[in-house]
């Protein structure tokens, strides 16, 4: 027998006789033997798995030396000790696996306790045969139903983000985690398509800084990913695999390399990296486009500001030191990403309505009347009048319409106080008070320096301010970039 | 990391870490875990939020999602492979 078959036949052998299936069969030969207890011989008759004591091994070279080793039918014999034993073989198809042994009966079996043996033999057999097929099912499935479920769970984490530096950060944190390796780089095509531009590096073991050689662009065909990028074709070598990000062309490459236990990439692994591959490959599509969408956005709000500030400089719109200042504190007081872009556009045109004021109102030195000074805050509206129409404007709206509310409720359009005014319009009242305090505008008489302004604004406090924004301004204001917006 | 022993002591801990071992590329929400798994979603919740606190499990936050998976640590990764082949 060769060395394969054998090896085979012992290891199904110990697989059933360990297996639940084995117990019925027990139970019968309980009946019919008064024996349940049994010992396993392999199909050459050596002891595999026994119970009862050591001299009972004999009895496995005892029946070998009969050279039975073929024998596919059960046995009765005396053994050293004149008591009778019974074995019983374990026949599937035209292979004998091995033999079952039953020692120390107290008479001969009667064929009908023989015949009852088989057929317990038979199901014991099917049974197993079932078991086993269930768990080669389960062994193949359950890994694949694991890695399917965990591309949907990329899939969410991915999708949940539209920022381009977040999202390639975190495909590269994933594709070091589900690869199992300590480096991870995702690196895009340049819009000549000659050079792939890293953009993020990951390596467990140090931190790699932007100015690290690693994040130096690669020529097309140059390197694994370079040749990866030129060819679209996945690498795998031992300790790396690269594989293509293709969305109609090719747009860029990820790679990973040092799985943590040292052991080599496999074919298994690199099946999910294609997968987050041609998930990350949608992600990237999705924040490029959406990328696009706020550049249209701002494109179109500059041209907005541009037409207004044609009609008098600096009037309708702020400095550009402002619109930072804004987003620094914005940033300070770690608004969200969403609410950060709406302030910008709307630190972009906060004073649009001003379009509506008379000339002679907007230039005019010194304090205004009552009654000017009413149209000058009904501006507010005019200015929602004529973003209102646009879409993605609309989120800007109540900052717009807010931001010369007062924390104490004492300002207006509406009297808002506290946390009822939108953060935004928090941020936008701080910022526009000391830009008006540090430049000169025709109905506020003379500026005064930035930390005479800084001290006014701290002076009103949780008054005309709110506490927490002042301290970011705070924080913001004594940046030496922002002592002359 | 705390002793190791103790971790295990922990039912879901241990089912957890378990699992984990088995599949270590495997990322899946708290939900999807207690699938696998089986048990109770809130005590595997709790059990894989004691195990992120000890570095063992990792998790990616996102907006609507906080997904797990198994710590990159090879140190640690190692002790819980040793540990669960002395079990068997």
């Known amino acids: ?17 360990k297996s639940s299936s084995i117990s019925a069969f027990r139970k019968i030969c309980l009946k019919v033997l008064k024996k349940g207890r049994c010992s396993f011989l392999d199909s050459e008759y050596k002891p595999v798995k026994c119970v ?4 009972h091994l004999k009895l496995g070279k005892y029946l070998a030396m009969m050279k039975s080793s073929h024998l596919r039918e059960y046995m009765a014999f005396k053994c050293s000790c004149n008591k009778v034993c019974l074995s019983f073989p374990i026949v599937q198809g035209s292979s004998v696996y091995g033999h079952v042994l039953f020692m120390h009966l107290d008479s001969e079996p009667k064929k009908s306790a023989i015949d009852a043996i088989r057929i317990s033999m038979d199901m014991a057999l099917k049974e197993f045969q079932k078991e086993q097929e269930l768990n080669k099912l389960y062994e193949t499935i359950r890994p694949r139903a694991i890695a399917l479920s965990t591309i949907h769970t990329i899939h969410r984490l991915l999708s949940s983000t539209l920022n381009m530096d977040e999202l390639i950060e975190r495909i590269a944190r994933l594709t070091l985690q589900v690869m199992r390796s300590r480096h991870c780089s995702i690196m895009l095509l340049d819009e000549s398509k000659k050079y792939l531009i890293p953009k993020a590096v990951i390596n467990l073991d140090k931190e790699i800084l932007r100015t690290d050689p690693q994040y130096r662009k690669i020529r097309l065909g140059v390197r694994m990913e370079g040749k990866v990028a030129k060819t679209g074709k996945v690498a795998i070598l031992k300790n790396s695999v690269c594989v293509p990000l293709v969305e109609e062309e090719i747009i860029g490459v990820i790679s990973a390399r040092d799985k943590i236990n040292d052991a080599p990439f496999d074919r298994f ?20 486009m959406y990328e696009e969408q706020e550049r249209m956005a701002y494109g179109s ?15 309708f719109t702020h400095s550009d030191q402002f619109v930072k200042m804004v987003l620094a ?24 309505g001003k379009f509506s004021v008379p000339d002679e109102i907007l230039k005019k030195p010194g304090s205004l009347s009552r009654k000017e000074y009413d149209i000058v805050k009904k501006q507010h509206l005019e200015s929602i009048k004529i973003i209102e129409h646009m879409e993605f404007l609309k989120p800007a709206i109540p900052i717009i319409k807010h931001h010369h509310e007062r924390f104490d ?5 509406d009297g808002l106080e506290g946390n009822q005014i939108p953060a935004g319009a928090r941020i936008m009242a701080v910022a526009n008070a000391f830009e008006a305090m540090i430049s000169a505008r025709p109905y506020k008489g003379k500026k005064i320096s930035a930390a005479q302004a800084i001290r006014e604004i701290v ?6 301010f709110d506490p927490r924004t002042v301290d970011a301004f705070i924080k913001v204001a004594e940046k030496p970039e922002y002592r002359n917006i | 990391m705390k002793n190791i022993k103790r971790l295990f002591k922990n039912e879901a801990a241990r089912k957890i870490l378990l699992f984990f071992n088995e599949n270590p590329n495997c990322i899946d929400t708290a939900k999807g875990i207690s699938l696998w798994i089986g048990g109770d979603i809130n005590v595997i919740q709790k059990a894989l939020a004691q195990l992120v606190k000890e570095g063992v499990i990792t998790i990616h936050q996102a907006a609507s999602t906080a997904a797990y998976a198994y710590t990159n640590n090879k140190e640690i990764v190692k002790k819980i492979e040793k540990y669960i082949k002395s079990m068997l």
């Open chain 1, 1 to 17: 027998m060769k060395e394969s078959d054998r090896k085979e036949k012992y290891d199904f052998l110990i697989r059933f006789s």
């Open chain 1, 52 to 55: 009862g004591e050591c001299r």
């Open chain 1, 269 to 288: 692994e690199l099946e999910i990296l294609i997968t987050l591959a041609e998930q990350a490959v949608i992600a990237i599509k999705n924040a490029q």
């Open chain 1, 301 to 315: 709000i500059k041209t907005l500001a541009a037409l207004l500030d044609s009609k008098s400089p600096n009037t």
């Open chain 1, 329 to 352: 504190i914005a940033e300070e007081i770690k608004l969200p990403r969403e609410d950060i872009i709406n302030l910008h556009y709307a630190a972009l045109l906060p004073d649009t």
């Open chain 1, 409 to 413: 409720g004492k300002g207006y359009p």
């Open chain 1, 459 to 464: 002076r009103n406090k949780g008054t005309q």
